[in-house]
């Protein structure tokens, strides 16, 4: 019998569900650095991202016997991942802010109802300096959680739309409407810091 190293995703389940504690062991040492990360993105608290790891680890014991395999392990993780987090972020208090005020505001004639900073370079000009890094964290963490998980999810951690679709529960077309409209948020923060530092393109 190969080790857990050299098995896939699938294998694993497979041997989990045939009673092998050592697969999940290998299985859940597999993916617990991704799963802290994400934890992390979301709940910026080492504290709160390791209880957000043990609770899913907890979570994939009880009821991975129930995993069909209908989509990839991984997917289904992320899945648990987000839904444990997004617990975590609720059980603190009042929801994140409306990214309504950062997105692009028009007159009826169409044209830009206030300054927009030209970036020729795309935003990643103003994440040069360390303070300005800092405002882009912030403008994520700002996020409410239905953008914030899909911007996270696509930009940080490099899953597909569809990927992306699978975990949340919506359909690509959801994803991508949230995506474009998160990224609009993030732009139209870093604009504002760009005016207000005085930043010129």
């Known amino acids: 019998?190969?080790?857990?190293?050299?098995?896939?995703?699938?294998?694993?389940?497979?041997?989990?569900?045939?009673?092998?504690?050592?697969?999940?062991?290998?299985?859940?040492?597999?993916?617990?650095?991704?799963?802290?990360?994400?934890?992390?993105?979301?709940?910026?608290?080492?504290?709160?991202?390791?209880?957000?790891?043990?609770?899913?680890?907890?979570?994939?014991?009880?009821?991975?016997?129930?995993?069909?395999?209908?989509?990839?392990?991984?997917?289904w993780l992320y899945r648990i991942t987000v839904n444990t987090a997004l617990m975590k972020l609720r059980g603190r208090g009042p929801a994140q802010e409306s990214i309504d005020e950062y997105l692009p505001q028009f007159t009826k004639d169409g044209r830009h109802a206030r300054m927009v900073v030209d970036f020729t370079d795309g935003p990643e000009k103003l994440l040069l300096l360390k303070e300005r890094e800092q405002i882009l964290r912030e403008a994520?963490?700002?996020?409410?959680?239905?953008?914030?998980?899909?911007?996270?999810?696509?930009?940080?951690?490099?899953?597909?739309n569809e990927e992306v679709a699978e975990v949340v529960g919506a359909s690509v077309l959801a994803v991508k409407a949230r995506l474009h409209r998160a990224r609009l948020a993030l732009r139209g923060r870093l604009e504002r810091y760009a005016m207000a530092s005085g930043v010129r393109p």
């Open 1 to 75: 019998m190969r080790d857990g190293v050299s098995l896939s995703d699938q294998e694993l389940v497979e041997q989990i569900k045939a009673g092998e504690k050592t697969s999940l062991e290998a299985l859940l040492g597999r993916y617990q650095d991704k799963v802290y990360r994400l934890a992390m993105s979301f709940t910026k608290n080492p504290a709160d991202a390791e209880e957000v790891l043990q609770d899913v680890f907890l979570t994939v014991y009880r009821k991975i016997a129930s995993f069909e395999g209908r989509s990839a392990f991984s997917t």
């Open 140 to 160: 994520i963490e700002a996020l409410p959680p239905d953008y914030k998980v899909v911007l996270v999810l696509r930009d940080l951690e490099g899953l597909s």
